[in-house]
């Protein structure tokens, strides 16, 4: 396949990152050297699982002035929950704070990412999803990840479902990017172990569909490569979750992020997000669901990742599309083929000839 003109002209990552165990630490001094005065306040954003559960979270200092929300991650962020946290902080005065600060998986990051951005740019969550609409920096946010293997810490997007449309897409931007990262490996310690491994098929899922496709570069690729190997080390040995392999994932997820900021993704996350909005199957595990009966786009890939899953004793839930009536087939239809950049990258301009509804509804009959 030719290699084809992305669009990506300025490549941005992370402007800051401090990475390895007990880094968490270092939120204090951080916020110290960006606190102006005493008035000056942040905001957190944090996984509610942390609520009961604080865990690693607990040695965290924060100033009485600041402003903690626990948020609720069960389904995938909506744009109504975003303008409703938006919302929120307006009427509460809390709407001019010195930093953002998210910290949970991918769902958290992107709520933080996008509430960051509406905090500066007027109007509600919906308008800003596409690419480049967001014309203003947002607040100064960091991101630290709890999960890895979305690569939200890493992206310059957050993606959100319009519930009015039903379409699920990003706030692609570099105004999206995180201005600071945390990434701790000790705050991993506690996912359950299905969880860690259907997150962590993010990282895999995303190179794999990127140097598959055409949207081709050689930074991308070698960003991608090295998240294969690392995915590849940790989920072939016989403990994923030792403190070397969250180690490895967490570098995985960064990279992965990295990769996909350059490229797009392929078929899978097309499927991947029809299942999400039709059926709200979270992300990762949708991924893996449509990861499982693909095989006839990325055979060796699907070779490996049911390695993956039998060496891990992995099972990856079957017939969620059974007994579906012709209009939520219809509903996943309309929801994949809308990503037309990922099936441009993963198929060219003609995917709408390889990917027909009758083929589509075929393919999401075999979940």
Not at 287 to 307: G, K, Q, R, S
Not at 343 to 367: H, P, S
Request: proline share 4%.
């Amino acid at each position: 396949m030719r290699t084809l003109e992305s669009g990506v002209k300025n490549a941005k990552n992370a402007v800051h990152y401090v990475f390895g165990r007990g880094s968490i630490l270092q939120l204090e001094p951080l916020l110290l050297d960006l606190r102006e005065d005493e008035s000056s306040y942040a905001i957190y954003l944090i996984d509610s699982y942390f609520e009961k559960n604080p865990g690693p979270l607990k040695d965290i200092s924060k100033s009485d002035i600041d402003f903690v929300i626990y948020v609720d991650t069960k389904h995938e962020p909506k744009t109504d929950d975003i303008n409703l946290l938006l919302s929120k902080l307006q009427k509460t005065g809390k709407d001019s704070p010195f930093a953002i600060i998210g910290i949970g998986g991918g769902s958290m990051l992107d709520i933080a990412k996008a509430v960051s951005n509406l905090l500066t740019n007027e109007g509600q969550a919906e308008d800003y999803q596409g690419w480049d609409l967001v014309k203003k920096p947002g607040v100064y946010k960091i991101g630290i990840p709890t999960l890895s293997g979305t690569g939200a810490e890493a992206t310059r997007t957050c993606v959100m479902t319009n519930p009015k449309n039903g379409l699920k897409l990003g706030m692609n931007s570099d105004h999206t990017v995180f201005d600071q990262l945390i990434m701790d490996p000790n705050l991993t310690a506690t996912v359950p172990r299905d969880q860690y491994f259907y997150t962590g098929m993010d990282a895999y899922v995303h190179c794999i569909e990127s140097l598959a496709g055409g949207y081709r570069n050689a930074i991308g690729d070698a960003f991608s490569d090295q998240t294969l190997k690392l995915c590849r080390e940790v989920f072939l040995s016989t403990d994923m979750q030792t403190d070397e392999n969250r180690e490895k994932l967490m570098v995985a997820s960064y990279l992965g992020g990295c990769a996909i900021a350059t490229s797009y993704v392929g078929i899978i996350h097309p499927f991947s997000a029809g299942l999400s909005v039709v059926l709200g199957v979270h992300h990762c595990m949708a991924n893996c669901i449509v990861m499982a009966v693909i095989e006839e786009f990325y055979p060796n890939a699907v070779e490996e990742f049911l390695t993956f899953t039998d060496k891990q004793t992995i099972k990856i839930p079957q017939e969620i599309c059974k007994n579906l009536s012709q209009e939520q087939f219809d509903n996943l239809y309309k929801s994949t083929i809308i990503h037309e950049k990922p099936l441009t990258n993963a198929l060219g301009e003609d995917f709408k000839k390889i990917l027909t509804k009758a083929k589509v509804i075929e393919i999401f009959k075999r979940m």
